[in-house]
């Protein structure tokens, strides 16, 4: 008789929801301290196939895959700012590091080739990781201005249970056009590259093996006196190059505050 569990497709959908809180205090001028935090949540729905893509039922569910919600911190950051302008242009560096307070996992490849339970979905990196950040704007005219700018992630050492988040970039550009003392719009361009993750020295073959995205975006913001800014942005991929099976999504939707 064998006892082989069935072969099956594991059919994947996942809902991520990302709320950001950043409070900025000035030192002097041209310097300043922001703090950063994050709050997370993934919701895992899945469902198994076999080969003829009919569902089917796993006897004792999967040690990979399960249908669950997580939530949590991810790791903040504190960042130094230096920034200033002349004339119609402005810049601003960065330097900071994150603090490893978000939820990180046992090497999950490891428990999966012991046929153990395990997760894959952290919050963290359990490591200190400096950032680094530069960006620049310009004026156009009484209304219009240019932003563009990126910020690049190290880390140098594995965290307790070996992994090591890989190298990432983010930057991007974007025009923002007042059209009113209440309201203004935004439309950019956000490109991201990451590096490959790596457990106790390894690429394991089925982990984060590294990505490329490039998103188009817009953004609606309106301006209330008293009450801050309330924006609501939509972005769209436009382009991915992912190495092996990766997370695709549709689009990102945003709703920020800011006083």
Avoid: C
Wanted: proline share 5%.
């Amino acid at each position: 008789m064998d006892d082989a569990p069935p072969v099956a497709w594991h059919v994947q959908d996942i809902t991520l929801a990302n709320g950001t809180l950043r409070a900025e205090y000035g030192v002097r001028r041209g310097v300043g301290l922001a703090l950063v935090s994050f709050y997370r949540q993934a919701v895992e729905r899945v469902r198994f196939e076999d080969a003829a893509r009919a569902p089917v039922v796993l006897p004792g569910g999967d040690i990979h895959h399960r249908n669950e919600t997580l939530r949590g911190l991810s790791d903040p950051w504190v960042i130094a700012v230096v920034g200033g302008g002349r004339g119609a242009w402005s810049i601003a560096g960065r330097a900071g590091v994150s603090i490893p307070l978000g939820h990180t996992v046992e090497n999950p490849f490891e428990l999966g080739r012991r046929g153990l339970p395990h997760e894959h979905i952290q919050f963290g990196t359990g490591t200190w990781n400096p950032l680094v950040g530069l960006a620049v704007g310009r004026r156009l005219g009484r209304a219009t201005t240019l932003i563009a700018g990126g910020q690049a992630r190290f880390t140098a050492y594995e965290n307790a249970h070996g992994y090591r988040a890989g190298f990432r970039f983010d930057g991007g550009a974007l025009v923002e056009r007042r059209l009113s003392p209440a309201w203004r719009v935004q439309a950019g361009l956000d490109v991201g590259h990451e590096a490959a993750e790596t457990w106790s020295g390894i690429v394991e073959e089925e982990g984060n093996l590294g990505r490329k995205d490039v998103l188009a975006g817009a953004a609606l913001v309106h301006a209330t006196r008293g009450a801050g800014s309330l924006a609501l942005s939509l972005k769209v991929p436009l382009y991915t190059r992912a190495v092996n099976a990766q997370l695709d999504y549709p689009l990102v939707l945003g709703l920020g505050w800011s006083r």
